[in-house]
Each structure stands twice: as C-alpha cells, then as structure tokens.
C-alpha cells in the first residue's frame, strides 16, 4: 500500500509529493494541473488504453522510466490510488459511488474558472493549478465570490429552490431560470467520467499485466 509523505517540492515549477509504496519512496507530481490532464487524457476517446497507459506515467511521474524499471510486487494498486486520490479517477472500480454531487465541469466551465480566478486571487489558472493539489485548487474555484461566474454557477447548481409563496413569485421564477442556465449537462451511461474511469480501468489492467511480465 501507498502512504503519503510530507515531503513536497517543486521541479520545474511543477508540485510533487513523496509517496512510500512497498517501502520505496516515489516522486510524484500532485499538482492540479496534472489532474486536470489526467482528467482530459482519459475522457478522451481517440487515444488507445496503451498509449492512455504511457501518457499516464509520464504525467504522474518525474521519472516514469525508473518507476517502471523497480520491479514492484503490485504496481497497479499505486497506480490506481494516485489515480483517485489526485483527480478522482477511479481505475479499479473501488470507489463506486463515492464520486460525490456535481458542481463543476472542469472542461467546460474553464472559462468561466480562468475568468473567476483572475477576478479573486488576481493569478491565472494554469499558474494556480501548478502551484496547489486538485483538492485545493477546488477549494479555491468553490471560494470564488458570488458575482464571478463560478460563484454564480456553483450556487446556481447546488442551491435549493426558494420555497414559493404568494409574494415572491418573481424572485422564483428567477431562481428557476438561472438555474437552468447554469446547470451541467446531466451525467449519461457513458459520460466523460464514466469513459474517464472506463478507460483507467483498462490502463490499470495493462499496467498490472506489464507488471507481471516486468515492465
């Protein structure tokens, strides 16, 4: 099993986290903009599992080439935990409906994230994502103010409804209306995070098949 340690750095402006797996310590970038390309990388369905698989390691890795090398007894579960713990991925399908609500789409509301990120901290979002953890850099863009975008969207899609009466009418009628402008695409049987999870699964099999045969 894989067990965070404290050590943080940075290489090449990038963050990395040490992490003990089978008493070895390995280097790992931990940053959100490794995450989000992660996210992208296995939402996206024109690249083959394999190709998914090498492009995995050289995101998460610093030194993907002496990973693979180390002849580990069970590669594929760190793998798979850094997977979910950095972006949520779920590689092994042990993480069934733990995904949590919706609030964001980090694809689609990029925009308005770059545009709320500015307006707040005064710092782009690709400088913000190299600097913080996924976890953070969502907490971040869940702070952003309620007159930025993603303070109107993240409202928008979580709030509940305010409850009709005889004199707010108007103020429903509005709630309703924005709610529906920011509203997420609804989630499909083969949606990006199912096809993100689907296609992790298989990178993972053929990361412990590679494992098996020693890399």
């Given at each position: ?29 931990d ?9 992208a ?7 083959e599992?394999?190709?998914?698989q ?30 979910w ?6 590689a092994?399908?042990s ?25 707040t ?20 863009v ?10 109107q ?35 499909a ?27």
């Amino acid at each position: 099993m894989a067990t965070l340690r404290s050590d943080i750095g940075y290489l090449d402006g990038c963050r990395f986290r040490v992490v003990e797996h089978e008493g070895q310590p390995v280097r790992v970038y931990d940053d959100a903009d490794t995450a989000l390309r992660l996210i992208a990388l296995f939402r996206d369905t024109e690249v083959e599992p394999g190709v998914k698989q090498w492009c995995a390691m050289q995101l998460l890795f610093p030194d993907p080439r002496a990973v693979a090398e180390h002849e580990w007894e069970d590669f594929g579960s760190l793998f798979s935990r850094l997977l979910w713990e950095m972006a949520g991925i779920d590689a092994d399908d042990s993480h069934a409906g733990e995904e949590g609500p919706r609030w964001v789409d980090w694809e689609a509301d990029a925009d308005y994230i770059e545009a709320s990120l500015w307006r707040t901290y005064g710092q782009p979002s690709a400088a913000m994502a190299r600097q913080l953890s996924f976890r953070e850099y969502a907490r971040m863009v869940s702070l952003c103010p309620h007159d930025t975008p993603m303070g109107q969207a993240i409202y928008y899609r979580t709030a509940d409804e305010p409850r009709a009466g005889r004199y707010n009418q108007d103020e429903v009628a509005r709630f309703r209306k924005m709610k529906r402008a920011w509203a997420l695409e609804p989630r499909a049987a083969d949606d990006g995070y199912r096809l993100a999870s689907n296609a992790a699964s298989d990178a993972f099999r053929g990361i412990a098949a590679a494992a098996e045969r020693g890399m």
